[in-house]
């Protein structure tokens, strides 16, 4: 093996190099450090070195290649969810400063895992073979159990991480079986070669299905779509709070990153006309099943596990349609559903603390105990609705768009009308804030690290939504892995 072949590639990986470095070594210098909390802001500062080493690589322009003989791909499209990856946990471990339900003896530990789960996401969208795949997405998958179940005396916390890992077991057997079936079949893990393979006409359409439909289960299961979303909601209300808003953003991203490159850059050609279907279907009953089941939820932590779902079901439109307009629908949509998600979660964080409680219910009168707070929220929601001038109308504008524009009205349509179904039960916080009268008048306040996260997402939530144009010139240059 030449070595030279390798040096370059790690001038590459600088930023993922960075954030492991500092995890390891706050893994050995945490058993014997007090301030627990300094490794989170330490933390806070290594990720903003690993970004700003990221931006200046994507500003410099990178040529698209191949590093580690194939392993990882080096492209504007995963420099975009490299940067997503880092973006989400900064914004995390600012909100985790502010949650009393961490155990304070092991908080530094809890940075770690992080910042290790940060760096699996980061190489797991870079990703080009199914093999390094598989591994990014085991590491990633291992470290998310771990910290689902991080409040270890916490019944609903044991159960979440115990349901987690043995459903996340399952469907990674799945995946790993199609994975197999594909190099049975092609005599390959690369994914440029995989889809000549498939492409050659050498390989029965069914055997080719059969693969495809195992691998979207085990993708399906990290994205939560229906029917493999059955952990998300006892996930979400079990695990503390700020992994709940990690695991609806950090690793969902990281999912449909590999989902595109392995359908569109390993599958594509030929074949795409028979997996376009599947994730048709998969679109309309993840989006339906989720706005319905969300409607009934009394619980804050399940309501937003049924909306997390439901969105994937709207962002899958993107990768139905396949084009152009459709791709910059994803990624825009993510980039935006990162600020309201995690700055919804962020809200959720400050109040649990406060009254102990994550039912809806104990949300009343929220507008007189705190304004700020409360107006924050209702912000979010009204953003996660799709309602202008907000973010979200701008995602779900882009989104609907690239579906009447490729000749899929019919599922624009149907996206329409659950983004009505969706506003009903957002709304029904938002009333229960606004309309009904305060059982405490005590004040809610939250702490530094979860001001300036909520701060920072309120503001980008708005931003977006009056002045998309900055954030859409970035998505078009960052689609550009696929030739688009």
Same mark, same amino acid.
């Given at each position: 093996m030449n070595f030279l072949n390798i040096t370059p590639g790690v001038m590459h990986i600088l930023p993922e190099i960075i954030i492991l470095t500092f995890a390891l070594i706050t893994i050995v210098i945490e058993p014997y450090t007090k301030l627990k909390r300094l490794i989170g802001v330490l933390g806070i500062f290594v990720l903003v070195l690993a970004l700003t080493v990221l931006v200046i690589s994507a500003y410099r322009g990178v040529r698209i290649e191949s590093l580690f003989y194939g392993m990882l791909a080096l492209d504007q499209f995963g420099i975009f969810f490299r940067a997503i990856s880092i973006i989400t946990s900064g914004v995390v471990i600012l909100l985790s400063m502010g949650y009393a339900g961490l155990p304070k003896d092991s908080e530094g530990e809890y940075y770690s895992m992080l910042l290790f789960i940060t760096a699996g996401m980061m190489l797991l969208v870079s990703s080009s073979n199914l093999l390094m795949i598989f591994l990014a997405i085991e590491f990633v998958s291992i470290t998310s159990y771990i910290l689902a179940g991080f409040m270890k005396s916490e019944p609903k916390s044991s159960e979440a991480a115990l349901k987690y890992f043995l459903l996340g077991g399952?469907?990674?057997?799945?995946?790993?079986?199609?994975?197999?079936?594909?190099?049975?079949?092609?005599?390959?893990?690369?994914?440029?070669?995989?889809?000549?393979?498939?492409?050659?006409?050498?390989?029965?359409?069914?055997?080719?299905?059969?693969?495809?439909?195992?691998?979207?289960?085990?993708?399906?299961?990290?994205?939560?779509?229906?029917?493999?979303?059955?952990?998300?909601?006892?996930?979400? &209300?079990?695990?503390?709070?700020?992994?709940?808003?990690?695991?609806?953003?950090?690793?969902?991203?990281?999912?449909?990153?590999?989902?595109?490159?392995?359908?569109?850059?390993?599958?594509?050609?030929?074949?795409?006309?028979?997996?376009?279907?599947?994730?048709?279907?998969?679109?309309?009953?993840?989006?339906?099943?989720?706005?319905?089941?969300?409607?009934?939820?009394?619980?804050?932590?399940?309501?937003?596990?049924?909306?997390?779902?439901?969105?994937?079901?709207?962002?899958?439109?993107?990768?139905?349609?396949?084009?152009?307009?459709?791709? &910059?629908?994803?990624?825009?949509?993510?980039?935006?559903?990162?600020?309201?998600?995690?700055? /919804?979660?962020?809200?959720?964080?400050?109040?649990?603390?406060?009254?102990?409680?994550?039912?809806?219910?104990?949300?009343?009168?929220?507008?007189?105990?705190?304004?700020?707070? /409360?107006? /924050?929220?209702?912000?979010?929601?009204?953003?996660?609705?799709?309602?202008?001038?907000?973010?979200?109308?701008?995602?779900?504008?882009?989104?609907?768009?690239?579906?009447?524009?490729?000749?899929?009205?019919?599922?624009?349509?149907?996206?329409?009308?659950?983004?009505?179904?969706?506003?009903?039960?957002?709304?029904?916080?938002?009333?229960?804030?606004?309309?009904?009268? /305060?059982?405490?008048?005590?004040?809610?306040?939250?702490?530094?690290?979860?001001?300036?996260?909520?701060?920072?997402?309120l503001v980008l939530t708005i931003i977006i939504g009056v002045y998309p144009g900055p954030f859409i010139s970035l998505v078009e240059r960052s689609i550009h892995i696929l030739g688009m």
């Open positions: 399952l469907s990674s057997g799945v995946m790993l079986y199609g994975m197999s079936l594909l190099y049975g079949w092609t005599k390959s893990l690369d994914i440029m070669e995989i889809y000549t393979a498939l492409n050659s006409g050498n390989i029965p359409l069914p055997l080719i299905i059969v693969s495809v439909t195992f691998l979207l289960a085990g993708f399906g299961f990290k994205i939560a779509l229906v029917p493999f979303h059955m952990w998300t909601p006892d996930v979400y &209300e079990g695990a503390p709070t700020p992994v709940a808003a990690f695991l609806s953003v950090g690793p969902k991203a990281a999912g449909f990153a590999v989902l595109i490159r392995v359908l569109l850059a390993g599958m594509g050609g030929d074949i795409q006309t028979h997996w376009v279907p599947i994730l048709a279907g998969l679109s309309i009953f993840t989006m339906t099943i989720g706005n319905i089941v969300a409607i009934a939820q009394q619980n804050i932590k399940r309501l937003i596990a049924y909306s997390s779902i439901a969105h994937s079901g709207y962002i899958l439109l993107g990768l139905v349609l396949s084009n152009k307009l459709g791709l &910059e629908g994803i990624l825009l949509y993510l980039l935006i559903y990162l600020f309201m998600n995690l700055g /919804a979660f962020g809200v959720v964080i400050v109040v649990s603390n406060s009254i102990k409680s994550d039912e809806i219910k104990d949300y009343a009168g929220l507008s007189q105990r705190s304004p700020l707070l /409360a107006l /924050a929220l209702a912000v979010f929601l009204v953003s996660l609705s799709g309602i202008p001038p907000t973010a979200g109308f701008v995602g779900k504008f882009y989104i609907f768009a690239a579906c009447i524009e490729g000749g899929y009205a019919w599922l624009a349509v149907i996206a329409i009308i659950n983004s009505i179904i969706a506003a009903y039960y957002y709304f029904k916080i938002v009333r229960v804030m606004y309309l009904v009268e /305060a059982k405490d008048s005590r004040v809610i306040a939250g702490g530094i690290g979860s001001g300036i996260a909520l701060f920072v997402t």
